[in-house]
Each structure stands twice: as C-alpha cells, then as structure tokens.
C-alpha cells in the first residue's frame, strides 16, 4: 500500500436518513456536504453528524467496505464501531 489511506465513512442526516461514502479526509469531506457542496442527497437533508468512519488503505479496499456497508440493514449500521 502507497499514499495516503481511504477511508469509508457513514452519516446521519437532519431527517435521520444514513449516508455512506468515502474519502481520504473524513473532516474535509463533511465540510463539504454540510456547505452544501457534497453530495445531492445530503445537500437537503442538514445537520450532517459523522457516525462512522474506517480506515480501508486503499481506494477499491474503501468502495467494497461502502458497498458492505450499504448492504447492510440500517440497523447493523447503526452499530458499526460499537462494542458489546
């Protein structure tokens, strides 16, 4: 693995709704879809609050975890990175 990590990431919309994508900056990313410049779904639906965020290395690694994760029922999600 070279460069810099992607990362996979899951937000919360103002309507509840999740968001999945991913990014090499986390922060950044969220900066630009509560601006109102990421992506159409979540430019309506603010406040965005980050919920999840994984470290994948690579870009593919990160777009097979995002379509995971999408896969996944909405409950699962919601409890990405919790421990039990």
Known sequence: MSGKPWFVYLLRCGDGTLYCGIALDVEARLA?????????????????????SESCGSKGEALRREREIKAMPRRAKLTLGCST
């Open 32 to 52: 630009m879809h509560s601006s109102g410049k990421g992506a159409k779904y979540t430019r309506g639906r603010l406040p965005l609050e980050l919920v999840y």
